[in-house]
């Protein structure tokens, strides 16, 4: 810090690369139960999620949230190919999971912005597509919670208000039951749980928005 002899004071703060050999010993998970930071001359390792006896810790060397391709691009750079549960379960079955997300996005879509023309018809496709899906045991229930979800949308936009709770909390149940089974990373979890919850409070259910709020708080701590 400061001035060295014969050069003019560096307003800023030094940088430079430190070794952390015990940390740097953890393997990488796209469903990591450990989370990583410096905190002055200190490198920490704090639980991210209940951690079983025995069970390996694990960092995310890259963000969580990314898609798979962009996760498998970045940590190639790395000279490793992941085979986390969340990568493998992703890969299971990604042909049909891209095909029915693009679907599903675009059904999702047409009821926001209520261009749904057979609002009824859509409805019945969207339970198919939830069928299909359950009918594919994904490892990762990511996408049997947006089904759920959107099909919350349309029973809204069909009048059938205790059937959008029942599928709101199907939702929620499955990305709960991911966190538990360590299948998606505590900020996916919690963000798509916020989504819900959004959703909740504007359907006039706050009673049930506090409460999962509180869920998703706790997962976040």
Not at 51 to 63: D, M, N, P, S
Not at 140 to 169: I, N
Request: proline share 5%; glycine share 6%.
């Amino acid at each position: 810090r400061g001035a060295i002899a014969g050069t003019l004071p560096c307003p800023a703060p030094p940088t430079g690369t430190a070794l952390f050999n015990n940390c740097n010993v953890l393997n990488h998970s796209c469903v990591a139960n450990c989370r990583r930071f410096i905190i002055g001359d200190f490198a920490v390792i704090s639980a991210a999620k209940p951690i079983r006896a025995g069970e390996e810790l694990t960092v995310a060397y890259k963000g969580l949230t990314s898609y798979l391709n962009t996760r498998k691009s970045d940590l190639s750079a790395k000279g490793f190919t992941c085979t986390c549960g969340r990568c493998l379960a992703e890969r299971d079955a990604a042909e049909t999971y891209d095909k029915l997300a693009t679907r599903l996005t675009d059904l999702r879509n047409r009821v926001l912005e209520k261009r749904a023309s057979k609002p009824r018809q859509t409805y019945e496709e969207i339970c198919q597509i939830l069928t299909d899906v359950e009918a594919m045991k994904p490892r990762s229930g990511e996408l049997v919670a947006r089904v759920y979800s959107t099909k919350r949308d349309f029973e809204v936009v069909l009048h059938m208000p205790e059937k959008a709770l029942l599928s709101a909390e199907a939702s929620l149940e499955v990305l709960r039951k991911d966190y538990l089974g360590h299948d998606l990373p505590a900020p996916m979890t919690v963000w798509r749980i916020l989504e819900v919850v959004q959703e909740l409070k504007e359907g006039g259910e706050h009673e049930k928005a506090r409460e999962w709020r509180s869920v998703a708080l706790d997962m976040a701590t």
